[in-house]
Every structure is written in C-alpha cells, then in structure tokens.
C-alpha cells in the first residue's frame, strides 16, 4: 500500500496544531453575556460565535462557539487560553502581529500569545487566513461594542 500522504497538508496541520484544536476551551456559551457577536469567514464558510462579559474594559469573560478547519479551531483554542484579561488594544496589536507573520512573512506574536506561532506553517495558504483571523475579528468587533 501507497501512504499518500500530501506534503503540504502534513505541514500545514502539524501534531501541535492538531492538539491545540483538540483542546479548545470555553466551549459554553454564557448566561448574561454583555455582547454576542457572530462572524463568518466569507473565503472560506467558517463561523464563530463568541460571548463577551466587560469590566474596566477588558474581556471579564468568554465563551465562543467556531465551526472551521483546523487552523481556525487551533487560533480560536489560544484565543480561549488568553483572552481574559485583555483589553482592545491588546487584542489589535495580537492581531496585527498575527496578520503581519501570516500575510507578510513577520516574526510571530510573542510573550502570552508565541502559541500562535504554530499558525507559522499556514503562510502559504492564504484562503485558510480568513478562519485563523475570525476570532480576532469578533473580539475586536465586540470591543467596538463597548467604545
């Protein structure tokens, strides 16, 4: 028998990218969120749902529902370890590092978020950044919420 494995898939999800979507945390959705905002990825289908609670500006608490490809799963898994805590431009200046390493080849978001580095291997599949950016998205649009 022929292993036919692609190269390039084997790289883009790696046994640690598999294993940070295999533990995605705050899967619940929450009982009084202060916003709820729902996104889909228009590239490539993927959809979230993320539950916000706010005090002093910052993310309180949060739960998020994603339904994507591994890569999505696997930002929205460090996303969930992180986020609490963290005010808008924290989560703008993530997403911009996360952005830059992705679309231009930048050095990975450091310190708290260097997980985000396992999302290295997607740099050349572009139509997998949309679902790796949408929790992102959603965070920053539910900070807007609060502005």
């Known amino acids: 028998m022929i292993d036919m494995v692609d190269p390039i898939l084997d790289g883009l999800y790696s046994s640690g990218l598999l294993?940070?979507?295999a533990n995605i945390t705050r899967t619940h959705r929450l009982d009084k969120p202060d916003i709820t905002v729902t996104q889909r990825s228009s590239l490539c289908?993927?959809?979230i749902t993320i539950?916000?609670?706010?005090?002093?500006?910052?993310v309180k608490d949060y739960a998020q529902t994603i339904q994507a490809c591994v890569l999505g799963q696997a930002s929205a898994?460090?996303?969930?370890?992180?986020?609490?805590g963290c005010n808008a431009t924290d989560i703008i200046a993530v997403e911009t590092a996360l952005r830059n390493m992705l679309q231009k080849g930048a050095a990975p978001p450091e310190g708290d978020w260097s997980a985000l580095q396992a999302l290295e291997s997607s740099r050349e599949s572009p139509s997998r950044h949309g679902a790796i950016l949408l929790p992102f998205s959603a965070l920053?649009?539910?900070?807007?919420?609060?502005a």
């Open 51 to 58: 539950d916000v609670v706010f005090g002093d500006d910052v």
């Open 19 to 21: 294993r940070l979507a």
């Open 77 to 84: 898994a460090i996303v969930g370890q992180q986020v609490i």
């Open 45 to 47: 289908g993927s959809c």
């Open 140 to 146: 920053i649009e539910a900070f807007d919420f609060i």
